[in-house]
């Protein structure tokens, strides 16, 4: 049997630090390379083999991940926040730091991430990429509503972004002069053009044959749009990964933390290691699930008497998660099976 080579990576966005352990921990080899695909070709040809391999979660693991995976036995993904040896050092350098990932891995004690297929990362890329222009589209909105602020210019604010009403705001209002008529029709461009494009992008994830047919599926919940279900697709991406609704709920941010000594325990607010795009989705459906959910209208009621608002809206959304998983791990349809308890099959 040949024995296995373990290989610590410390990846940056120029330089990678690597080191080479056999199964005793000894050092066969450590160094740094630049971080190309011509130089990560040379270098794999000079590793004994076989090898296996694990490198820290950063902006730039994944493509590194993509073109080291069919050359090794294994590779593995460290989670950020849990590699406390690291962080917790004395000492830290990149030298070290891919020392004591490939000691991680050579032990077992490698506190693995999930890293989701190529296929779904590309689309997930596209999907954030809407998210920022979303982003920006309102903040072109608000400097729309700033500019007549500061002029002070009166203005129906329901009806501000239509474009007849803009047009006719623009032409008829004394109090815009020239220059700042150029701005915001400069602004309103910006606007328009952000919503093609998103909508572009929105439509061709609709779409995709990948996506297709599991967005239809998720969309048969009541309250769940094509944003909800392409944003719980590509962000969860297998689902069979989790083997509860409460770790996905944990996953989705909808929980708090919990620290416990001896007999005291302490409950934190919303936990702040979450899929933040996942949080906040979730949470703008459940702000709009009761309108057309007679279950969930039932649930955020029952959890508004107790005097929270927000807490019924958490609820809504832990429901939520229930329903999608249960659509998606089942892979048919949503059906009310118990309408007195609202659970999803």
């Given at each position: 049997m040949q024995s296995m080579y373990y290989i610590g990576l410390d990846v940056h966005k120029k330089t990678i630090s690597y080191c080479v352990k056999d199964g005793s921990g000894k050092i066969q080899v450590e160094g740094a390379i630049s971080a190309t695909r011509l130089d990560l070709d040379?270098?794999?040809?000079?590793?004994?083999?076989?090898?296996?391999?694990?490198?820290?979660?950063?902006?730039?693991?994944?493509?590194?991940?993509?073109?080291?995976?069919?050359?090794?036995?294994?590779?593995?993904?460290?989670?950020?926040?849990?590699?406390?040896?690291?962080?917790?050092?004395?000492?830290?350098?990149?030298?070290?730091?891919?020392?004591?990932?490939?000691?991680?891995?050579?032990?077992?004690?490698?506190?693995?991430?999930?890293?989701?297929?190529?296929?779904?990362?590309?689309?997930?890329?596209?999907?954030?990429?809407?998210?920022?222009?979303?982003?920006?589209?309102?903040?072109?909105k608000n400097k729309i509503a700033v500019l007549l602020m500061e002029a002070g210019v009166s203005y129906n604010k329901q009806r501000l972004h239509k474009a007849g009403y803009f047009r006719e705001l623009l032409a008829t209002n004394p109090d815009i002069d020239p220059g700042l008529c150029e701005l915001l029709r400069l602004c309103r461009q910006m606007v328009v053009n952000l919503q093609r494009t998103e909508s572009a992008l929105v439509r061709s994830l609709e779409r995709d044959r990948l996506l297709a047919e599991r967005v239809d599926r998720l969309m048969t919940i009541p309250s769940v749009g094509p944003i909800t279900a392409l944003t719980w697709a590509l962000e969860v991406g297998e689902v069979q990964r989790f083997s509860s609704i409460k770790k996905a709920i944990s996953y989705c941010g909808l929980c708090g933390a919990e620290k416990s000594s001896a007999s005291t325990v302490q409950r934190t607010p919303l936990s702040k290691q979450r899929n933040k795009h996942l949080q906040t989705t979730l949470i703008e459906a459940a702000k709009m699930a009761p309108r057309y959910s007679p279950e969930l209208a039932l649930l955020y009621d029952r959890e508004r008497q107790k005097g929270n608002a927000n807490r019924a809206t958490l609820a809504v959304a832990r429901k939520l998660v229930a329903y999608l998983m249960?659509?998606?791990r089942g892979q048919r349809t949503f059906q009310v099976v118990d309408s007195s308890h609202g659970t999803a099959a």
């Open positions: 040379h270098w794999m040809k000079t590793l004994p083999q076989p090898w296996t391999a694990a490198m820290e979660a950063t902006v730039f693991t994944g493509w590194i991940y993509d073109y080291l995976r069919p050359h090794a036995a294994a590779l593995k993904v460290a989670h950020p926040l849990m590699l406390r040896a690291i962080a917790a050092a004395k000492k830290k350098n990149d030298r070290i730091d891919a020392s004591k990932i490939c000691d991680c891995l050579r032990c077992d004690f490698l506190p693995e991430c999930y890293m989701a297929p190529t296929a779904l990362r590309e689309r997930r890329r596209t999907l954030r990429y809407r998210n920022l222009l979303v982003r920006q589209m309102v903040q072109m249960a659509v998606d």
